[in-house]
Nanobody, 119 residues
Framework: QVQIVESVGGLVQPGGSLTLSCAAS????????MSWYRQVPGKERELVAR????????NYADSVKGRFTISRPNNENTVFLQMNTLKPEDTAVYYC????????????WGQGTQVTVSS
């Protein structure tokens, strides 16, 4: 059974920092990439950051470039999202996604974790 386990988010003051973690297990096939998305009520889920297993290349949304960093320091099945200089507009539910190839492309989502940036 595939498990995508995200760390608990929280309440952070503007300008503060928070790190989210995501661990994937129980899947078959090859891990292609792990990503963080976020969603606020009434809006579509948007990509925040992605890291590819092969080579470790990364993508970021323009709104978070220079402030957020995605990494997988120990193994490709666990990723971290370091969020610095947080802004109120970063408030959202953050979701981790695992993309796996096993004859076909499969995607698995975490349950989501709330991040609130407010004073």
């Amino acid at each position: 059974q595939v498990q995508i386990v995200e760390s608990v988010g929280g309440l952070v003051q503007p300008g503060g920092s928070l790190t989210l973690s995501c661990a994937a297990s129980g899947f078959t096939g090859r891990n292609l990439a792990m990503s963080w998305y976020r969603q606020v009520p009434g809006k579509e889920r948007e990509l925040v950051a992605r890291i590819f297993s092969a080579g470790g290349s990364t993508n970021y949304a323009d709104s978070v470039k220079g402030r957020f960093t995605i990494s997988r320091p120990n193994n490709e099945n666990t990723v971290f999202l370091q969020m610095n200089t947080l802004k109120p507009e970063d408030t959202a539910v953050y979701y981790c996604k695992l993309t796996v190839i096993n004859f076909a492309l499969n995607e698995y989502w975490g349950q989501g974790t709330q991040v609130t940036v407010s004073s």
